[in-house]
């Protein structure tokens, strides 16, 4: 396994020798990421509820779980290169104190705009810690397996609570009001501040840099990213047809190509594109986009067909992925043993590779019944639980060290945008060939097969889009230096 030669300026004496040594630390970051995974998924169930006290229209009710993931995407780059300068501890906490206090605002919403604006403050919070727990968490160990080890610990916490979420909220809304859902947010974010303010501590000089903050960079990777996640939303939503989701689309290139000629002329950009350009860098963005592209796109294929095609009930249809679950909370046991046999590189381009090959089993296979759907769910997850911690990895080792939150925040975004990119092609490509309204029963027999072959055509689409980036991965891969 290398070793970064920045590394020997980390390894200090006080530096964590294990992970219990750095339990408290660990406790914090943690509890970060769950609170992440729990937002993202224990308030859906509650939609229903939600939309009956407050009246609230099914638009309402899109925005009230959509402007955290446009939020959150949309800030991540800019607080990641704020973090970079000021602190990533310091915004870490900030962000925490926000998240609490707006949680505990949760309490006193009466209103589907008062609840949308709650949202949109817990994304802000999101964007200022979330990154931040994959840099500190990274800095706070002297090598690689530590720092695998510890990430894999993060996520694993993360991943119970994504899976748990819904179970536990539907649980919870049989004896309390929905309010409770968010309000849990409240000593979560206290655990979190009393492990990172006691187990981490403050940024030192020199993993800081003073560069000026690029406002004007970060107005456009803000407004491209919020586009970005907006446009594949409005295409599942308002499908191929409409002019809106085309128009959002160019307005985001178009925003995308400014932001490169920014960020290419100025003399302290938001963000060095240089720094991305490194091999380690660009094919750990690379295979982490090809999972996130992959996950979102099987999961939301799956799910329409066990409901629509094969008519299971919601219950059915999660049971049917819980393969998924399963793999993503225990495959954390085999990330270690892993990396140590075969190394960081390579585990990082053979996951992303098992990614293309679970998608690619699904395209091919799964219309011939559910065992060839629960073989690719496996896949596409063992190789999303792998690439998920090691490319994450790889991006860190390839970055300076007064570059990590950026560097996360990086790759948080670009998981954000492929996973709204992989609905958005799964459900385009189904709408351009089915007739009719897809969520009416009694299809007929021309309908179903032209949502097979929609489903079909959708799978392969998305295995060669990931095919396409994790090949990319690998080629870049292969040119990183030792030395990077």
Known sequence: MTVPRSEAVQDAPSAPRSLREAWVALAGLSAVFLVEMLDNSILNVALPTIGRELAASTTALQWITGVYAVVFGGLMLALGALADRVGRRKIMLLGLVLLGAASLATAFVTTSGQLIAVRAAMGVAAAMTTPGSLALAFRLFPDDELRVRAMTLISTVGLVGLAVGPT?????????????????????????????????????????????????????????????????????????????????????????????????????????????????????????????????????????????????????????????????????????????????????WLSAAVVVCGLAVYGLLGRFGYVWIALAIVLVAAGMRVVGVVAGNNVMR???????????????????????????????????????????????????????????????????????????????????????
């Not at 939301?300 to 066990?306: I, Q």
């Not at 097969?449 to 690998?474: D, K, N, P, Y």
Request: charged share 15%; glycine share 10%.
């Open 168 to 348: 536990a909220g539907g649980l919870v809304l049989t004896f309390a009001p929905w309010q409770v859902l968010l309000l849990v947010d409240v000593p979560v974010a206290v655990l979190a501040i009393i492990g990172i303010r006691s187990g981490i501590p403050a940024d030192r000089a020199d993993e800081l840099h003073r560069d000026p903050i690029d406002f004007a960079g970060g107005l456009l990777g803000t407004a491209t990213i919020v586009l970005a996640l907006l446009a594949p939303t409005m295409f599942v939503h308002d499908g191929a047809s409409s002019p809106l989701p085309w128009l959002t689309t160019a307005a985001a290139v178009a925003l995308a190509v400014l932001f490169v000629v920014r960020e290419r002329t100025a003399r302290f950009p938001l963000l060095d594109l240089k720094l991305i350009a490194r091999p380690l860098v660009s094919s750990g963005l690379a295979f982490k986009a090809a999972a996130g592209l992959a996950t979102a796109g099987l999961t939301y294929l799956a799910t329409l067909e066990f409901q629509f095609d094969w008519g299971w009930t919601p219950a059915q249809a999660a049971i049917g992925m819980l393969p998924q679950v399963v793999v993503l909370i225990a495959g954390g046991a085999v990330i270690t043993p892993l990396i140590t046999r075969i190394g960081l590189d390579k585990a990082a």
């Open 398 to 484: 390839g970055l300076p060290e007064n570059r990590t939150t950026i560097g996360a925040a990086l790759i948080d975004t670009a998981s954000e945008v492929t996973t709204g990119v992989g609905i958005a092609v799964g459900a385009t490509i189904i709408a351009a060939l089915f007739t009719g309204d897809i969520t009416t029963s009694n299809w007929s027999p021309g309908q179903t097969s032209e949502f097979r072959t929609g489903v079909t055509g959708a799978g392969l689409a998305l295995t060669a889009l990931a095919a396409a980036l994790v090949l990319w991965g690998i080629i870049r891969s292969r040119r990183a230096p030792d030395s990077e």
